[in-house]
T-cell receptor, first 115, second 112 residues
Framework: NSKVIQTPRYLVKGQGQKAKMRCIPE?????VFWYQQNKNNEFKFLIN????????QIDMTEKRFSAECPSNSPCSLEIQSSEAGDSALYLC?????????????FGEGSKLTVL | QQKVQQSPESLIVPEGGMASLNCTSS?????YFWWYRQHSGKSPKMLM?????GEKEEGRFTVHLNKASLHTSLHIRDSQPSDSALYLC????????????FGKGTQLIIQP
């Protein structure tokens, strides 16, 4: 059973609507990642955090996507204005270590469908 | 352009057989490789990691790494129906960038 908790498991939005997903990382893991997995199984890195601080993010994330990991609250990823191309599985993962040596522990994902 | 290439895209192996999966990175700065397994509708889970040249074995799973060619392979012996899943290869750097870059995966089907 995954110890990274993501909610909701499914969400359906119309184009232009906001879509918000939440993630509770595994206890004690300071590093959190968000990835997008499309229907072709392609993983796209979106953003990662160490505690509340953004480590890296891609351009897409900077424009229509917003994310945060507030202290003592779930992390969240929000799409401000959903587009059809945003339909995908959004995976949150946490890790004990920053840097490329830490194993990622994934949640079950939030599947977004944009009509 | 995909920086982590996996082959084959799909593979059918009879139960009890050997499954061999390949992965190559085009980023010469990576030095850590990961294999994750994702069952249908489930989250990816780490199978094995390797950063040294050579071979590493854990149970029925063996992973090889050739750092010069940035090629890694995963071999599953005595394949079981429960091994049917999407196998994802990922590469990362121990210094600098923190993200893992994933390939598109190999869909493995074990036929009873």
């Amino acid at each position: 059973n995954s110890k990274v908790i993501q909610t909701p498991r499914y969400l359906v939005k119309g184009q232009g609507q906001k879509a918000k997903m939440r993630c509770i990382p595994e206890k004690g893991h300071p590093v959190v990642f968000w990835y997008q997995q499309n229907k072709n199984n392609e993983f796209k890195f979106l953003i990662n955090f160490q505690n509340q601080e953004v480590l890296q993010q891609i351009d897409m994330t900077e424009k229509r996507f917003s994310a945060e990991c507030p202290s003592n609250s779930p992390c969240s990823l929000e799409i401000q204005s959903s587009e059809a191309g945003d339909s995908a599985l959004y995976l949150c993962a946490s890790s004990l270590h920053r840097g490329g040596t830490g194993q990622l522990y994934f949640g079950e994902g939030s599947k977004l469908t944009v009509l | 352009q995909q920086k982590v290439q996996q082959s084959p895209e799909s593979l059918i192996v009879p139960e009890g057989g050997m499954a061999s999966l390949n992965c190559t990175s085009s980023d010469r700065n990576v030095d850590y490789f990961w294999w994750y397994r994702q069952h249908s509708g489930k989250s990816p889970k780490m199978l094995m990691s390797i950063f040294s040249n050579g071979e590493k074995e854990e149970g029925r799973f063996t992973v090889h790494l050739n750092k010069a060619s940035l090629h890694t392979s995963l071999h599953i012996r005595d394949s079981q129906p429960s091994d049917s899943a999407l196998y994802l290869c990922a590469a990362s750097r121990t210094e600098g960038a923190d993200r893992l870059t994933f390939g598109k995966g190999t869909q493995l089907i074990i036929q009873p």
